[in-house]
């Protein structure tokens, strides 16, 4: 018995009549409860005949047949019947060259996959068939249903019927995920001084730098599929053109201590002056951009719990289980009450005193040792392989010292007023795109927090950014810093220290610990978007400020 809806990813590739009905003829439409051994030979001479049909069709087609039986093996419940599907499925998924799907490998934290948090992708595709929009998406204003299943339509092909697990969540957020598309369209295939295999090797080397497995084997298969040099995946920077290896130790400034740029621009000032040969201004702004957008995305990608889909790495997983089971605590009421509380009695036009009543009533715990303040620097966790990729200098967070280093002040240097303009001259269409993602990440909404409808969030979601802000040098001069506090009790705001400075060090424990698994997915995921938009933000402000600097000496 088919599921509703299953058949609607049929229409996402268009292939000829002909093999679309050899293709449905030969996958079960009904369910057979307890098949035969009568069955199960049926079962694997029809595999066979798609088997056959796949070996004699184009790409197109090919990408149908596979999507096709992995729909099916992914909803089919009888699993005696799924399985012998699933081993057609990895056949063809290696001639194609792709990962294997893996129906065992969580997408995320276990909490979020058994929880069903994820869009369901055929039930998605037929409500925008009939122009609406599923509760679990946010579009507004920007994107409609047509244009958001033409986003789907294409994600799929491009992918080879796959979705990623970045491109599941992003689906969450419909008006964003367009954005996001566009901008990494942009700075792949625009035009700019820097070639493409460069471009991808960046974005490689600045996920590796923060230890980001995930975005390591996207740009990876990205890069391979796009003709790139294996060699350079075997190696790692050590076969790179010397001017491109010049470049590890800006991307290592940029990943755990932007701000000394400001005092100390050396790394900028080795490329646009030292190496040989040097480095344009429009080629070092380009690679700026790249390598700030690769750290945030990596930061999300590493605090939500994001994974390879597939067996990438044998027996890969960021947590172990007993670990996973630990951070697995019962909610706490208390966390999304108070935070409730605060919201509905605090306002921007609000007195600035918090009432006392809004003190918070539940235990908070201490920040741990990894996390970064006035103590030592923290390494965080790299996997072997992508140390390659790293260059010398080791993973090392070094907290923001007002002893050793100024405050940045938006009237001295901001993006809106002084970097955007800057970048603007160069690559206009680039600047364009990535400002918009910041403009829609900090504004969108759905006007409700824990499912409580009709909440303004906007005091909140500036908190988020301001305080990922400060945790790199940088304030607003007309924001009172009070909110924070105010705002955010201890636990989130160590949640979003850690997730913007050792995210690579995050754990099931401390989604448990910080009282994480209290905020739905989707508001764990906008939280973590909203600190990724101000990291990026901020490592392009101390590179631009650096660029600028060396260019006047």
């Known amino acids: 018995m088919e599921k509703a809806g299953l058949s609607s990813l049929d229409e996402l590739i268009e292939v000829d009549g002909s093999i679309r009905a050899r293709v449905l003829d030969n996958i079960p439409r009904s369910l057979v409860d307890d098949p035969q051994e009568e069955d199960i030979h049926n079962f694997q001479l029809m595999t066979q005949d798609l088997e056959d049909l796949f070996s004699t069709c184009d790409l197109r087609g090919q990408t149908f047949i596979t999507v096709k039986i992995r729909t099916f093996v992914e909803n089919y419940p009888n699993r005696r019947v799924s399985s012998i599907y699933l081993t057609l499925l990895h056949r063809l998924e290696d001639r194609l ?23 369901s992708v055929p039930e998605l595709y037929e409500a925008l068939l009939r122009g609406e929009v599923p509760s679990s998406v946010y579009i507004k204003g920007k994107s409609t249903p047509e244009s958001l299943k033409e986003t789907l339509s294409e994600m799929l092909y491009l992918r080879n019927g796959r979705l990623t697990n970045s491109d599941r969540v992003m689906l969450w957020f419909g008006d964003l995920l367009t954005l996001h598309r566009q901008f990494v369209s942009e ?4 035009e700019g001084p820097l070639s493409q295999d460069w471009r991808m090797l960046i974005a490689i080397m600045a996920a590796s730098s923060v ?14 599929h796009s003709g790139g040099d294996p060699l350079f995946l075997t190696k790692g920077v050590s076969a790179f053109p010397p001017k491109l290896r010049a ?11 932007p701000w000394s740029l400001r005092e100390d621009p050396r790394p900028v000032y080795v490329l646009l002056k030292e190496t040989t040969p040097i480095w344009s201004i429009n080629e070092l702004v380009q690679a700026l951009v790249i390598i700030s957008y690769y750290h945030g995305i990596s930061c999300f990608c590493l605090a939500f719990g994001l994974v390879p889909e597939v067996n990438f790495l044998k027996d890969f997983s960021r947590q172990e289980e ?17 935070l409730c509380e605060r919201l509905r009695k605090y306002s921007a036009e609000e007195q600035d005193e918090l009432p006392a009543e809004l003190e918070p009533k539940i235990a908070f715990v201490e920040e741990p040792s990894d996390t970064p303040n006035k103590g030592p620097a923290v390494e965080e966790v790299k996997s072997p392989l992508i140390e390659r990729f790293i260059g010398k200098s080791s993973g090392v967070f070094e907290s923001f010292s007002h002893k050793n280093y100024k405050i940045l002040k938006d009237t001295d240097f901001s993006w809106k007023n002084d970097g955007f303009s800057f970048v603007n001259q160069l690559f206009s269409e680039l600047t364009v795109s990535l400002n918009a993602i910041f403009e829609e990440v900090n504004t969108m909404t ?9 909440t303004d969030t906007s005091a909140l979601r500036k908190a988020i950014n301001m305080y990922a802000k400060d945790i790199f040098g940088i304030k607003h001069a007309n924001y009172p810093y009070k909110k924070i506090n105010r705002l955010m009790a201890i636990p989130l705001k160590t949640f979003i220290k850690r997730s913007v400075t050792v995210p690579a060090n995050i754990t099931n424990i401390d989604y448990g610990r910080y009282h994480i ?21 901020a490592e392009l402000i101390y590179g631009i400020l650096a660029a600028q600097s060396v260019l006047k000496s």
């Open 322 to 338: 007993e670990k996973e089971k630990e951070g697995m605590k019962e909610l706490d009421p208390s966390f999304t009450q108070d």
């Open 211 to 224: 230890g980001c497995e995930y975005q390591y084997f996207l740009m990876r298969d990205i890069f391979l």
């Open 517 to 537: 698994y209290s905020f739905p997915p989707t508001e764990v995921a906008h939280v973590l978007l909203l600190v990724q938009q101000a990291r990026i933000e």
């Open 97 to 119: 060259g792709i990962p294997r799907f893996d129906e065992h490998t969580s997408s995320v934290s276990a909490f979020y996959k058994k929880n069903d948090a994820f869009v």
């Open 187 to 190: 700075f792949l295939l625009g």
């Open 247 to 257: 470049l590890t130790d800006l991307i290592y400034v940029l990943a755990y201590k």
């Open 446 to 454: 759905t006007n409700s927090v824990f499912q409580t409808l009709n």
